[in-house]
C-alpha cells in the first residue's frame, strides 16, 4: 500500500545549525507534500508545504525541497532556535479533491540543544 | 477563532468500558477525521467523514465506531476497549489544505 518513510526518527542539533529531514513516499500520483510541527501537549500544525509542480520552497528560516523523480522531499530548518524543538511529520497526498487521504511519515523528533 | 475541540484530554479506562471521544470544530467543514499517533508509527487515520451521515474506514478502523449527525460534530467510540487502543488521538477537519487537529486525547486502557 502507499506509505511514506522518514528518517531520522531522533535529530538532536546545536542552537544555530542546521537540520534536515528526509522522506520518501511509494505512491507516484502524490502530488502535495506538506510538513507538520508537533509541540508538547499540542496536535500537529501544517508549517510549509509543496505541490508536485514546484522544485523547492522556502518561508523564513524553513524550506522544502522534491525530487520526484526520486520520491523523495525534505525539509530543511537552517539557524536553529530552541522553539524548534518539536516532533515534525512529513505526508503525502493526491491532490485530486480536497478530500484526498494523507498518509504521514513516523515523525522526527527534533532537539535543539541551547 | 478555528478551534477544533476534543475532550477529555486524558482518560484512563479498563478493558471491556465503552467509552466516547467527543470532537467539535467551528469551521463549518464538511471534512472530518480521526488518527491515532504511536511512536514509530506516525499518524495512522481511523475513520473519516467526508459529510454528514457519509463516514468511511480509514487505515486501522478495527474496534472503534463513529457517527456524522451533525456536521460540526465527528465522536469517537471504542465499544469494548482493549489494551492495544492505548494512544494518543487526534481529530481533524479541513477543506483542503491545511488539516487542522484537535490538541489529542491520551487514551490509556488496562
Known amino acids: 500500500g502507499e506509505n511514506v518513510e522518514q528518517h531520522p526518527s531522533t535529530l538532536s542539533v546545536q542552537e544555530g545549525d542546521s537540520a534536515v529531514i528526509k522522506c520518501t513516499y511509494s505512491?507516484?500520483?502524490?502530488?502535495?507534500f506538506p510538513w507538520y510541527k508537533q509541540e508538547l501537549g499540542k496536535g500537529p500544525q501544517l508549517i510549509i508545504d509543496?505541490?508536485?509542480?514546484?522544485g523547492e520552497k522556502k518561508d523564513q528560516r524553513i524550506a522544502v525541497t522534491l525530487n520526484k523523480t526520486a520520491k523523495h522531499f525534505s525539509l530543511h530548518i537552517t539557524e536553529t532556535q530552541p522553539e524548534d524543538s518539536a516532533v515534525y511529520f512529513c505526508?503525502?497526498?493526491?491532490?485530486?479533491?480536497?478530500?484526498?487521504?494523507?498518509?504521514f511519515g513516523q515523525g522526527t523528533t527534533l532537539q535543539v540543544k541551547p | 477563532e478555528a478551534q477544533v475541540t476534543q475532550n477529555p484530554r486524558y482518560l484512563i479506562t479498563v478493558t471491556g468500558k465503552k467509552l466516547t471521544v467527543t470532537c467539535s470544530q467551528n469551521?463549518?467543514?464538511?471534512?472530518m477525521s480521526w488518527y491515532r499517533q504511536d511512536p514509530g508509527l506516525g499518524l495512522r487515520q481511523i475513520y473519516y467523514?467526508?459529510?454528514?451521515?457519509?463516514?468511511d474506514k480509514g487505515d486501522v478502523p478495527e474496534g472503534y465506531k463513529v457517527s456524522r449527525k451533525e456536521k460540526r460534530n465527528f465522536p469517537l467510540i471504542l465499544e469494548s476497549p482493549s489494551p492495544n487502543q492505548t494512544s494518543l488521538y487526534f481529530c481533524?477537519?479541513?477543506?483542503?489544505?491545511?488539516?487542522?487537529f484537535g490538541n489529542g486525547t491520551r487514551l490509556t486502557v488496562t
Open positions: 505526508a503525502s497526498r493526491r491532490w485530486s479533491s480536497n478530500t484526498g487521504k494523507l498518509i
Open positions: 509543496i505541490r508536485s509542480n514546484v
Open positions: 469551521m463549518n467543514h464538511e471534512y
Open positions: 481533524a477537519t479541513g477543506e483542503g489544505s491545511p488539516l487542522h
Open positions: 467523514s467526508m459529510n454528514v451521515e457519509v463516514t
Open positions: 505512491d507516484s500520483a502524490s502530488n502535495y
